[in-house]
């Protein structure tokens, strides 16, 4: 029992990074029908910027833990910016060239792991947390790590607010409304494409809270996680329907889930299979995924 | 057929092929281009490699230029090529040529299941499916439940099984010549493919797969037409790969595999043959000689900020296939035609003349 908790708790954290991912990928594949693949970029920016700022900037903050929420501040921060240039210089002179900015975002995450390996080299970072987040909880007989529990309710945090956001502002309602039908938002006389770069920088944010959580779940940040982490959020929005925020939580967690289960009683490995095989039959019965979005109409 | 169609379609790749089948034997040294001279087997291991992978840029560039199907799964099936015919005669003992057959029958089923699995889905989600599917493969790959693939090891051939021509470093020549014959292969497969009734289905799909639809064709069994061909040839270009570097690693199942198929075939050109073979072999030639450019001396005075971005082949590669995106759509091949595009279309409409035209016409 002890050993279920364990796994459902840190399904849960894993799947927390995957919806972290997902969103923004969803959120901007509904809005503008572009399938970022350089969100492995954001989700680096969000990991290397705050162990940049960690090693060099705040290096003198003696609580480490101030050290650390400054740092990942500022590291979301980069990956805010980051999302939005990518939009604003990459994205929007393609306007409407779904393929080629499809390619673009390939390119970029490539140059980028290059760019990443090339400063700072292919051999992990060590990532600098409070000991806290490493230490053990232990609930109803299992020991569960602490950063388990930062990792879900950073997800729900962010989660309610993306929901409060989309279904509460403005700025929501025009995304809302544009993921739906795009072209109506346009002959209303609503500039579409400020939301195209608010989109992208709310995807930076999100990716880079992933990158952050990302180092803390694994103890250090690498070139090659941020692409790694991206296969399985691909899975994630396709099972959760492109372009719903709520499709993309109830399919993050399910493959998390059945990914840490499988892993666990079956042999390691097995649960990413099974993932891939749970992808083809959800393509099978549901071609749109469980929230049903209009996949592949706009490709 | 007409003189200059047996020109354009037959003569031009037999004089390309002819050419580069003699360069091992002209004994040339070219220190600008090769460090060594071009017949030594260092120098023929870099350009057997860079007409391999413009024979498998070509392969993807049947499912992606000429039918339109973005996948990011291309991988797996050279990796089905590179393992399983690998796994065939050094885990079982097979003989080699069990195992080419083998291997290709599997290929083959697979990319026929999973490409009906995939089509259910267009666009990008058709993308991302291939992407997972091979993840997966990857993943078994990497795992290794049965001790066949030897995991980050990789698997390295038991060269008694593999045929003596191909064996050795001294028969590298004979490896590059392998490399060239799949590439003409290929070539030849796939112009007779797009020019074939369904190719040219293939081509209308790309362009626009409603209207097909509407013409009372099924778009989704002729995608996986291509992709099952294509697939299929990929998997014979995994088996040469094979062979090329006497076994089997991980790198041909990372997804970024895939990737840098596509950016050969955007380089070079996408939907065109000469184009997905010429951007094949220039990235690979690059991604070769762009790292003894990183540590030349020139870049070594270079201040750090600079150099850094220089030393790394992917991030130039990366940087130039962006601005290709941005500039030239048409890739390499474009150039050729930007200049002169009534030019390149009056020569297009004298190879293939119209059978009622009875006197030339006259030039406007």
């Given at each position: 029992?002890?050993?279920?908790?364990?796994?459902?708790?840190?399904?849960?954290?894993?799947?927390?990074?995957y919806?972290?991912?997902?969103?923004?990928?969803?959120l901007?594949?509904?809005?503008?029908?572009v399938?970022?693949?350089?969100?492995?970029?954001?989700?680096?920016?969000?990991?290397?910027?705050?162990?940049w700022?960690?090693?060099?900037?705040?290096?003198?903050?003696?609580?480490?833990?101030?050290?650390?929420?400054?740092s990942?501040?500022?590291?979301?921060?980069?990956?805010?910016?980051?999302?939005?240039?990518?939009?604003?210089?990459?994205?929007?002179?393609?306007?409407?060239?779904?393929?080629?900015?499809?390619?673009?975002?390939?390119?970029?995450s490539?140059?980028?792991v290059?760019?990443?390996q090339?400063?700072?080299?292919?051999?992990?970072?060590?990532?600098?947390?409070?000991?806290?987040?490493?230490?053990?909880?232990?609930?109803?007989?299992?020991h569960?790590?602490n950063?388990?529990?930062?990792?879900?309710?950073?997800?729900?945090?962010?989660?309610?607010?993306?929901?409060?956001?989309?279904?509460?502002?403005r700025y929501?309602?025009?995304?809302?409304?544009g993921?739906?039908?795009?072209?109506?938002?346009?002959?209303?006389?609503?500039?579409?494409?400020?939301?195209?770069?608010?989109?992208?920088?709310?995807?930076?944010?999100a990716?880079?809270?992933?990158?952050?959580?990302?180092?803390?779940?694994f103890?250090?940040?690498?070139?090659?996680?941020?692409?790694?982490?991206?296969?399985?959020?691909?899975?994630?929005?396709?099972?959760?329907?492109?372009?719903?925020?709520?499709?993309?939580?109830?399919?993050?967690?399910?493959?998390?889930l059945?990914?840490?289960y499988?892993?666990?009683?079956?042999?390691?490995?097995?649960?990413?299979?099974?993932?891939?095989?749970?992808?083809?039959?959800?393509?099978?019965?549901?071609?749109?995924?469980?929230?049903?979005?209009v996949?592949?109409?706009?490709? | 057929?007409s003189?200059?169609?047996l020109?354009?379609?037959?003569?031009?790749?037999?004089?390309?092929?002819?050419?580069?089948?003699?360069?091992?034997e002209?004994?040339?040294?070219i220190?600008k281009?090769?460090?060594?001279?071009?017949?030594?087997?260092?120098?023929?291991?870099?350009?057997?490699?860079?007409?391999?992978?413009?024979?498998?840029?070509?392969?993807?560039?049947?499912?992606?230029?000429?039918?339109?199907?973005?996948s990011?799964?291309h991988?797996?099936?050279?990796?089905?090529?590179?393992?399983?015919?690998?796994?065939a005669i050094?885990?079982?003992?097979?003989?080699?040529?069990?195992?080419?057959?083998?291997?290709?029958?599997?290929a083959?089923?697979?990319?026929?299941?999973?490409?009906?699995?995939?089509m259910r889905v267009?666009?990008?989600?058709?993308?991302?499916?291939?992407?997972?599917?091979?993840?997966?493969?990857?993943?078994?790959?990497?795992k290794?439940?049965?001790?066949?693939?030897?995991?980050?090891?990789?698997?390295?051939?038991?060269?008694?099984?593999?045929p003596?021509?191909?064996?050795?470093?001294?028969?590298?020549?004979?490896?590059?010549?392998?490399?060239?014959?799949?590439?003409?292969?290929?070539?030849?497969v796939?112009?007779?493919?797009?020019?074939?009734?369904?190719?040219?289905?293939w081509?209308a799909?790309?362009?626009?797969?409603?209207?097909?639809?509407?013409?009372?064709?099924?778009?989704?069994?002729?995608?996986?037409?291509?992709f099952?061909?294509?697939?299929?040839?990929?998997?014979?270009?995994?088996?040469?790969?094979?062979?090329?570097?006497?076994?089997?690693?991980?790198?041909?199942t990372?997804?970024?595999?895939?990737?840098?198929?596509?950016?050969?075939?955007?380089?070079?050109?996408?939907?065109?043959?000469?184009?997905?073979v010429?951007?094949?072999?220039?990235?690979?030639?690059?991604?070769?000689?762009?790292?003894?450019?990183?540590?030349?001396?020139?870049?070594?005075g270079?201040?750090?900020?600079?150099?850094t971005?220089?030393?790394?082949?992917?991030?130039?590669?990366?940087?130039?296939?962006?601005?290709?995106?941005?500039?030239?759509?048409?890739g390499?091949?474009?150039?050729?035609?930007?200049?002169?595009?009534?030019?390149?279309?009056?020569?297009?409409?004298?190879?293939?003349?119209?059978?009622?035209?009875?006197a030339?016409?006259?030039?406007?």
């Amino acid at each position: 029992m002890s050993t279920f908790l364990l796994l459902t708790i840190t399904g849960l954290g894993l799947g927390a990074m995957y919806f972290l991912i997902a969103s923004g990928l969803s959120l901007i594949y509904g809005l503008m029908g572009v399938l970022n693949f350089a969100h492995g970029a954001f989700i680096s920016v969000g990991s290397y910027g705050t162990w940049w700022f960690s090693a060099n900037l705040f290096d003198g903050v003696h609580s480490i833990l101030l050290r650390w929420l400054l740092s990942s501040l500022l590291g979301l921060a980069a990956g805010a910016v980051f999302a939005g240039l990518v939009e604003l210089v990459l994205i929007r002179p393609l306007y409407t060239r779904h393929m080629e900015q499809v390619l673009v975002t390939v390119g970029l995450s490539i140059a980028f792991v290059a760019l990443l390996q090339g400063i700072w080299g292919n051999d992990p970072k060590p990532f600098v947390v409070p000991a806290w987040l490493h230490e053990t909880t232990t609930v109803a007989g299992a020991h569960i790590p602490n950063d388990r529990w930062v990792e879900i309710a950073t997800a729900a945090v962010v989660l309610a607010s993306l929901q409060l956001f989309l279904r509460r502002t403005r700025y929501g309602l025009v995304i809302r409304a544009g993921v739906e039908n795009r072209a109506m938002v346009q002959a209303l006389g609503i500039d579409v494409r400020k939301a195209f770069t608010l989109v992208f920088a709310i995807g930076g944010i999100a990716a880079a809270i992933a990158g952050v959580l990302s180092g803390v779940y694994f103890n250090d940040v690498s070139p090659d996680q941020g692409t790694n982490l991206l296969i399985f959020a691909f899975i994630v929005v396709v099972i959760g329907g492109l372009g719903s925020i709520g499709g993309s939580a109830v399919a993050a967690l399910v493959v998390a889930l059945t990914q840490q289960y499988t892993n666990y009683y079956a042999s390691a490995g097995v649960g990413d299979m099974v993932v891939v095989l749970l992808l083809g039959l959800v393509l099978l019965a549901r071609p749109r995924g469980f929230a049903g979005a209009v996949v592949g109409a706009r490709a | 057929m007409s003189r200059r169609l047996l020109v354009h379609d037959w003569l031009i790749p037999l004089v390309v092929f002819g050419v580069l089948a003699a360069v091992p034997e002209l004994h040339l040294s070219i220190p600008k281009l090769f460090d060594q001279p071009v017949s030594s087997p260092g120098t023929m291991q870099l350009l057997a490699a860079c007409v391999l992978f413009g024979a498998l840029a070509l392969t993807y560039d049947l499912q992606f230029g000429y039918t339109g199907l973005l996948s990011f799964g291309h991988a797996l099936y050279i990796a089905i090529g590179v393992y399983l015919s690998n796994i065939a005669i050094t885990d079982w003992h097979w003989s080699f040529w069990e195992g080419v057959l083998f291997t290709m029958g599997v290929a083959f089923m697979l990319a026929n299941v999973l490409g009906f699995v995939s089509m259910r889905v267009g666009g990008i989600a058709f993308a991302m499916v291939t992407l997972a599917f091979a993840q997966a493969g990857a993943v078994l790959a990497l795992k290794d439940p049965h001790h066949w693939t030897h995991g980050e090891e990789g698997l390295g051939a038991d060269y008694t099984k593999l045929p003596k021509a191909f064996v050795g470093i001294l028969n590298t020549k004979n490896l590059y010549w392998l490399a060239l014959a799949f590439l003409a292969f290929v070539f030849f497969v796939v112009r007779w493919a797009v020019e074939s009734s369904p190719g040219r289905v293939w081509q209308a799909i790309r362009e626009n797969e409603q209207r097909v639809a509407v013409l009372g064709m099924r778009p989704n069994l002729h995608k996986v037409q291509a992709f099952v061909l294509s697939s299929t040839l990929a998997a014979g270009g995994g088996i040469v790969y094979m062979l090329l570097y006497n076994g089997s690693t991980l790198a041909v199942t990372a997804p970024n595999f895939t990737l840098t198929l596509l950016l050969m075939v955007v380089i070079g050109g996408a939907g065109s043959r000469w184009g997905a073979v010429l951007g094949g072999i220039l990235y690979t030639y690059l991604n070769d000689r762009l790292v003894a450019v990183g540590s030349s001396s020139t870049v070594e005075g270079l201040p750090h900020a600079l150099r850094t971005p220089l030393e790394q082949p992917l991030f130039l590669l990366g940087v130039i296939f962006i601005l290709i995106v941005f500039f030239l759509p048409g890739g390499l091949v474009g150039i050729a035609s930007r200049g002169r595009p009534s030019g390149l279309r009056r020569l297009q409409d004298a190879i293939r003349p119209e059978p009622t035209l009875t006197a030339p016409q006259e030039d406007a």
